[in-house]
Nanobody, 124 residues
Framework: VQLQASGGGLVQAGGSLRLTCAAS????????VGWFRQAPGKEREFVAA???????YYGDSVKGRFTTSRDSAKTAVYLQMNSLKPEDTAVYYC???????????????????WGQGTQVTVSS
């Protein structure tokens, strides 16, 4: 599976962005997809995940503001980010795993395939 994240950019606080994780590979529908972010000098942080079953999970810092979804053809996953804050500034990555389990869904080592990352910058 090859992943490509896009949609990042510069936005003012309170604004919105939508990230897209486009996938190649005919079995992508069987993969769970996670979103992570990493700011300079900080550890990689779990943002959201959607399992192949459709169950969705969010990190505490983005609950109520971010929404992840999958397109009907299951060739892409989206991360809609609303009410953005300066602390959301980071490089955002999407990642995929064929064997996501609930107990480790927030751990980046659970994921086997990674996109290249897209920069999101939120100005105050």
């Amino acid at each position: 599976v090859q992943l490509q994240a896009s949609g990042g950019g510069l936005v003012q606080a309170g604004g919105s962005l939508r990230l897209t994780c486009a996938a190649s590979g005919r079995t992508f529908s069987r993969y769970g997809v996670g979103w992570f972010r990493q700011a300079p000098g900080k550890e990689r942080e779990f943002v959201a995940a959607i399992r192949s079953s459709g169950h969705i999970y969010y990190g505490d810092s983005v609950k109520g503001r971010f929404t992840t979804s999958r397109d009907s053809a299951k060739t892409a996953v989206y991360l809609q980010m609303n009410s953005l804050k300066p602390e959301d500034t980071a490089v955002y990555y999407c990642a995929a795993s064929s064997s996501l389990i609930l107990s480790t869904i927030r751990h980046y080592r659970q994921y086997d395939y990674w996109g290249q990352g897209t920069q999101v910058t939120v100005s105050s």
